[in-house]
């Protein structure tokens, strides 16, 4: 086998690991909330819940537009499959002073937390958002999506309905 083979293997399977979560336990990072206090991501698996994790920030229009989508159908999950949803924004210190706005005008009934300092995004290694997981009760990542389109949100239910059995 050439050289360039060999190479090419190597990083295509260096590229694909990268994006191969599920099975691997949720990072424990300390993020902040709205309102300062650390929160550490520990937490997520309290009280057995399935837990939705998704990234997003204030300049993603399709973050926003998937945010949008799941709260008018979150009450519904909460209520049918005992799910919690984390909204994490990666906007960095001088950005997040719009978070809370946004979060008020648009009605999100989510917890907000934020990785300004990209702490859990570098432990999870992507880069696109929106990047949604979904944390089984022991805080295992059995689901991962990034990007939106219009009924993502249909499959990710399917996925929480499968695993809230």
Known sequence: MS??????????????MSFS???????????????????NTDEFIK?????????????CSPCKRELDAIADIYPDWQEE????LVAITIDNSRQLTKVPGI??????????????KQKLQ?????????QTFLLDKDGNIVYS???????????LEEVIAKYAK
């Not at 050289?3 to 295509?12: E, G, Q, R």
């Not at 009280?47 to 300049?59: I, Q």
């Not at 499959?81 to 919690?84: I, L, M, Q, S, T």
């Not at 570098?122 to 929106?130: D, G, K, Q, S």
């Open 3 to 16: 050289i360039k083979k060999i190479s090419l293997i190597a990083f295509l399977g260096l590229f694909l």
């Open 21 to 39: 979560y599920i099975g691997d336990l949720f990072p424990s990072v300390e993020l902040k909330s709205l309102d300062g206090k650390t929160v």
């Open 47 to 59: 009280d057995g819940k399935l837990t939705v994790v998704s990234f997003w920030a204030t300049w």
């Open 81 to 84: 499959y005992d799910v919690e």
């Open 103 to 116: 979060v008020s005008s648009k009605n999100w009934d989510y917890t907000v937390l934020s990785d300004s």
């Open 122 to 130: 570098r432990a999870l290694n992507f880069e696109t958002i929106p």
């Open 145 to 155: 999506h990034n990007g939106y389109n219009p009924g993502d949100e249909d499959h």
